[in-house]
């Protein structure tokens, strides 16, 4: 009935160390088929977050809170698999985003697997309440999933700042729609990186493939959600542990992949 999953144990010391970078990356593969050529095929849909270990999503409102160098190191080492960081605007506001850079340990294998030099950013947003001063709506790569029912000012607003809008259903993002267009776009590796109301929605649809959950080695009690938010589940969803890494910090961190249907 009990099995042991050993944990893979990372030292904070060696975070920023090419070689554990790319050991990392080793526990974390996209499945091939997520690589297939644009239009063809279904991407692989991962979603990372951290919380506390009572779970809270955010320590003074931030997730990045409740970070700690090995869990920049797993953030790092995903952003560098994937094809697109798709994000809450409301989250990538609070936290600061910028557009995802180039990394150095990673540049060969990116260019070996045809992926760009970096992952490109994707801002979630029915109310395209950005700010047309943000400085990744210039870059040529961002792109806003929005929907038909989103304002059209604020639609001609950040189009007329640089901004590529895409619209994905009709009075809220369906996040089918959304990954269809990744697929459209050639973004089989999908990273989503919250916030709580987006995985919420993503996990009603049915898209979610994999969480990969950092356990925070802090108790912070207080009024801060889950890592999803949203109506209850019809049905709940089974997933499976395959990879168990733990840092001398007391940070955990699981990968859960989706049980097959049966």
């Known amino acids: 009935m009990f099995s042991e999953l050993k944990a893979t144990h990372i030292t904070s010391g060696s975070v920023d160390d090419p070689a554990t970078l790319r050991a990392l990356a080793d526990l974390y593969p996209y ?3 997520s ?5 063809t095929g279904t991407p692989w849909f991962r979603v990372n977050f951290v919380s506390s270990i009572d779970g809270a999503v955010t320590r003074n409102g931030k997730s990045g809170d409740l970070a700690g160098p090995g869990d920049r190191a797993v953030f790092r080492v995903l952003r560098a698999l994937a094809d697109v960081v798709v994000v809450g605007a409301r989250t990538a506001l609070t936290e600061g985003y910028r557009q995802p850079q180039p990394d150095d340990v990673f540049v060969a294998a990116r260019r070996r697997d045809g992926q760009a030099p970096a992952p490109t950013l994707a801002l ?8 047309t001063d943000y400085s990744p709506l210039a870059h040529p790569d961002t792109v806003i999933f929005t929907c038909e029912a989103a304002p059209a000012d604020r639609r001609r607003a950040l189009t007329d700042a640089g901004a590529t809008v895409v619209s994905c259903g009709e009075d809220t993002v369906d996040p089918e729609l959304l990954i269809r267009e990744c697929g459209e776009r050639g973004w089989g590796r999908v990273l989503c990186e919250g916030g709580p109301s987006l995985f919420g929605s993503a996990l009603a649809a049915g898209v979610v493939d994999e969480l990969c959950h950092t356990t925070s080695p802090m108790l912070v009690a207080g009024g801060a959600g889950r890592i999803a938010n949203g109506p209850a589940l019809a049905s709940q969803r089974s997933m499976r542990p395959v990879t168990v890494v733990a840092d001398d910090d007391g940070f955990v961190f699981t990968r859960w992949v989706r049980e097959p249907a049966r």
């Open 31 to 33: 499945p091939p088929t």
């Open 35 to 39: 690589s297939s050529p644009p239009g």
């Open 124 to 131: 979630v947003s029915r109310s395209l309440g950005i700010p």
